[in-house]
């Protein structure tokens, strides 16, 4: 299975960037997709997480800014960010649980980070 990320950019204070991840493989079904950010310097932290229901959460900083959203037939997750701060630069990862076809054990896959540059 692999996750690939699209949407890199660089984006002034206030303005906004959508992020998608995709998942491809022999997947049979996808339980929970997250979307992680590790700002320079910092730990790696979960931004906010989308399960099959659909439920959502999210991180405090993010919330009524950001909104994760998936589209099962194409296994794909998205992260509309809205009134970005330049606190919000960071790599983004997504990250998915996913039951491969022919397989009993879920497994958590990670696609490769995207870098978010917000400017003052």
């Known amino acids: 299975v692999q996750l690939q990320a699209c949407g890199r950019g660089l984006v002034q204070t206030g303005g906004s960037l959508r992020l998608s991840c995709a998942a491809s493989?022999?997947?049979?079904?996808?339980?929970?997709m997250r979307w992680y950010r590790q700002p320079p310097g910092k730990e790696r932290e979960l931004v906010a997480a989308?399960?099959?229901?659909?439920?959502?959460n999210y991180v405090d900083s993010v919330k009524g800014r950001f909104t994760i959203s998936r589209d099962n037939a194409k296994n794909t997750v998205y992260l509309q960010m809205n009134s970005l701060k330049p606190e919000d630069t960071a790599v983004y990862y997504c990250?998915?649980?996913?039951?491969?076809?022919?397989?009993?054990?879920?497994?958590?896959?990670w696609g490769r980070g995207t870098l978010v540059t917000v400017s003052s």
């Open positions: 493989g022999s997947i049979f079904s996808i339980n929970v």
């Open positions: 990250n998915a649980v996913v039951l491969r076809v022919s397989e009993t054990m879920w497994r958590v896959h």
């Open positions: 989308i399960t099959d229901g659909p439920s959502t």
